[in-house]
Nanobody, 127 residues
Framework: QVQVVESGGGLVRAGDSLKLSCLTS????????MGWFRQAPGKEREFVGS????????DYADSVKGRFTISRENAKNTAYLHMSSLKPEDTAVYYC????????????????????WGQGTQVTVSS
């Protein structure tokens, strides 16, 4: 069993930056594909980005490309989502998710493949 805990959310103003962290325990973090998703009020959960086990492959949703950066520190069992130039439409609960092996060097947006999810952290961007 893998536990996933997000942190770092908060209330910021448009144009600000914020960095979310995702700490996992259980399993072997360095083998996981890690994904970030978000769900705004009244909307379905959507893909934000994903990073392969080594960090060598990263994929982003078009809506966040150029503004958000995903990274990971395997030695700390932690993935990060650095968000910059935040907009009010980025307001959502942000979720971190784990897709355990077997996977090659991939990053992907298929929510059904992510087996373990955190409880989410709220990000609110005021205009």
């Amino acid at each position: 069993q893998v536990q996933v805990v997000e942190s770092g959310g908060g209330l910021v103003r448009a144009g600000d930056s914020l960095k979310l962290s995702c700490l996992t325990s259980g399993g072997i973090f360095s083998t996981f594909v890690m994904g970030w998703f978000r769900q705004a009020p009244g909307k379905e959960r959507e893909f934000v980005g994903s990073i392969s086990w080594s960090g060598g492959v990263i994929d982003y949703a078009d809506s966040v490309k150029g503004r958000f950066t995903i990274s990971r520190e395997n030695a700390k069992n932690t993935a990060y989502l650095h968000m910059s130039s935040l907009k009010p439409e980025d307001t959502a609960v942000y979720y971190c998710a784990v897709d355990p092996p077997p996977w090659g060097e991939v990053a992907h947006s298929n929510q059904a493949e992510y087996e373990y999810w955190g409880q989410g952290t709220q990000v609110t961007v005021s205009s």
